[in-house]
């Protein structure tokens, strides 16, 4: 059973910074190709980012490219979400995402 833990949302300030962490068990982590989206209120599902099984390769909406940085510690069966430069557009549920399965998510919020 797939099981998505996510963590380390919270409040920052305009430009601030957070990093998510997102611990999986119940499947092989090192071979499945993993996702964050998001979530703001009122509006649908929104991918962010996703990093390929083996790390080498990850992508970004435009929005968050140079400022967001997806990656994986497979030791730790443990994807992350490093957020630079955070701005008002960017508070929002993250989940974390493998396929059609998600966690319960982490709430990030941006103070002006």
């Known amino acids: 059973q797939v099981h998505l833990v996510e963590s380390g949302g919270g409040l920052v300030h305009h430009g601030g910074s957070l990093r998510l962490s997102c611990a999986a068990s119940?499947?092989?982590?090192?071979?499945?190709?993993m996702s964050w989206v998001r979530q703001a209120p009122g509006k649908g599902l929104e991918w962010v980012s996703d990093?390929?099984?083996?790390?080498?390769?990850?992508r970004y909406r435009e929005s968050v490219k140079g400022r967001f940085t997806i990656s994986r510690d497979i030791a730790k069966n443990t994807l992350y979400l490093q957020m630079n430069s955070l701005k008002p557009e960017d508070p929002a549920v993250y989940y974390c995402?493998?396929?059609?399965?998600r966690g319960q998510g982490t709430q990030v919020t941006v103070s002006s």
């Open positions: 995402a493998r396929g059609n399965d």
């Open positions: 119940g499947f092989t982590f090192s071979s499945s190709f």
């Open positions: 990093i390929s099984e083996d790390g080498r390769i990850t």
